[in-house]
């Protein structure tokens, strides 16, 4: 079967590889369409460390199961799955604990083994959930960003009427723009370089949507609430320019979730979080809100549609990776079809 196989950086061909073998509780998924996640695109360039070569990346996908390993009872071929990429214990204090998202022993589908740039997968059975019959394969391949999205959201104490700002209008950015007026945030400001996002981001609710090379953020945000600042911010970059600019745009005793996750040092002022009482929680996958985020679409409660901006053949996703991390393609959402 065919596979885009990083390598090391900048690496990252289609090559004819050995189809999968699912074991006693796996099944193999034949993949019908793969996200490519901002975490693919930094890996795949070498800036995170968070992807070690050989690897098949892609954790954003569903597909049709083709075979069963032998104590699969659950699901047979023909199967519509989306795929919960993180595969967890069970047993440790995370998992016991009801935090499974925090598992001691966590491994992900596409991060840590094969994932879904590819024909097919091996994946573990207790990671599928049942497509819905009216749910289509670019759908299903937005539950996963969408979950991260809510899960940012939930951990932002949002009250009724508050101003969120969220400093990055990537797919995260714009998903966490949807999920905090979902929540009720009074007005939501989002701020990027670029102006495709931030244009998309106005198209999906953004009261404002400010281009950081040409405004000045802080002001704005002041400006917007009487000198005080946002009570909430999302960091949907992770970089320290945009982890400094969150802390400069949050009130005193403010909140800021940190979901960002491109470099893994910043730099910042301290002193600043110290001495103005400001609370950070970090954010990373999700628990319940997978099965969340998955309702949300299929409700129509959540409108993905428009963050999908480019669907490729499998064959053209080289191209397609060194062009996002290159910065040439300003695509948000790419989503791949073997
Ligand atoms: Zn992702
Ligand atoms: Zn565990």
Same mark, same amino acid.
């Given at each position: /079967?065919?596979?885009? $196989?990083?390598?090391?950086?900048?690496?990252? @061909?289609?090559?004819?590889?050995?189809?999968?073998?699912?074991?006693?509780?796996?099944?193999?998924?034949? %993949?019908?369409?793969?996200?490519?996640?901002?975490?693919?695109?930094? *890996?795949?360039?070498?800036?995170?460390?968070?992807?070690? @070569?050989?690897?098949?990346?892609?954790?954003?996908?569903?597909?049709?199961?083709?075979?069963?390993?032998?104590?699969?009872?659950?699901?047979?071929?023909?199967?519509?799955?989306?795929?919960?990429?993180?595969?967890?214990?069970?047993?440790?204090?995370?998992? =016991?604990?009801? !935090?499974?998202?925090?598992?001691?022993?966590?491994?992900?589908?596409?991060?840590?083994?094969?994932?879904?740039?590819?024909?097919?997968?091996? !994946?573990?059975?207790?990671?599928?959930?049942?497509?819905?019959?009216?749910?289509?394969? +670019?759908?299903? #391949?937005?539950?996963?960003?969408?979950?991260?999205?809510?899960?940012? %959201?939930?951990?932002?104490?949002?009250?009724?009427?508050? =101003?969120?700002?969220?400093?990055?209008?990537?797919?995260?950015?714009?998903? #966490?723009?949807? /999920?905090?007026?979902?929540?009720?945030? *009074?007005? !939501?400001?989002?701020? &990027?370089?670029?102006?495709?996002?931030?244009?998309?981001?106005?198209?999906?609710?953004?009261? /404002?949507?400010?281009?950081?090379?040409?405004?000045?953020?802080?002001?704005?945000?002041?400006?917007?609430?009487?000198?005080?600042?946002?009570?909430?911010?999302?960091?949907?970059?992770?970089?320290?320019?945009?982890?400094?600019? #969150?802390?400069?745009?949050?009130?005193?005793? *403010?909140?800021?979730?940190?979901?960002?996750?491109?470099?893994?040092?910043?730099?910042?002022?301290?002193? =600043?979080? $110290?001495?103005? +009482?400001?609370?950070?929680?970090?954010?990373?996958?999700?628990? &319940?809100?997978?099965?969340? #985020?998955?309702?949300?679409?299929?409700?129509?409660?959540?409108?993905?549609? @428009?963050?999908?901006?480019?669907?490729?053949?499998?064959?053209?996703? @080289?191209?397609?990776?060194?062009?996002?991390?290159?910065?040439?393609?300003?695509?948000?959402? $790419?989503?791949?079809?073997?």
């Amino acid at each position: /079967m065919r596979a885009l $196989v990083y390598e090391g950086e900048w690496q990252m @061909p289609l090559r004819e590889v050995k189809p999968p073998v699912p074991g006693d509780n796996d099944v193999i998924v034949q %993949v019908k369409a793969a996200g490519i996640c901002g975490s693919d695109v930094h *890996g795949y360039a070498g800036i995170t460390g968070r992807r070690t @070569p050989p690897i098949v990346m892609g954790h954003e996908f569903g597909g049709v199961i083709s075979e069963i390993g032998a104590r699969v009872a659950d699901y047979a071929p023909g199967d519509r799955v989306v795929i919960q990429p993180l595969w967890t214990c069970g047993k440790c204090e995370s998992c =016991t604990s009801g !935090v499974p998202s925090l598992c001691l022993n966590r491994s992900g589908i596409g991060i840590n083994t094969d994932g879904a740039f590819a024909d097919a997968v091996r !994946v573990p059975h207790q990671l599928l959930r049942r497509l819905p019959a009216e749910m289509t394969w +670019e759908q299903a #391949a937005m539950i996963e960003p969408l979950a991260v999205a809510m899960r940012a %959201v939930n951990r932002s104490p949002i009250k009724l009427m508050d =101003t969120v700002v969220i400093v990055g209008a990537g797919t995260i950015g714009l998903l #966490a723009l949807t /999920m905090a007026k979902l929540k009720g945030a *009074g007005q !939501v400001i989002i701020s &990027d370089l670029s102006t495709h996002r931030l244009e998309l981001a106005k198209q999906l609710g953004a009261d /404002m949507a400010v281009n950081v090379k040409e405004q000045d953020v802080v002001q704005i945000v002041r400006a917007q609430t009487d000198g005080v600042g946002a009570s909430i911010v999302i960091e949907a970059v992770g970089a320290s320019a945009t982890v400094r600019q #969150a802390l400069s745009v949050v009130r005193s005793g *403010g909140h800021i979730t940190w979901i960002g996750n491109s470099q893994p040092e910043v730099a910042l002022n301290m002193q =600043t979080i $110290v001495t103005r +009482e400001i609370t950070v929680t970090g954010t990373y996958c999700y628990n &319940d809100e997978f099965e969340r #985020a998955l309702q949300a679409i299929h409700t129509q409660r959540v409108n993905v549609a @428009p963050l999908i901006e480019r669907v490729a053949p499998l064959e053209e996703g @080289p191209q397609l990776i060194h062009d996002l991390a290159k910065g040439t393609l300003e695509a948000v959402k $790419v989503i791949l079809v073997p």
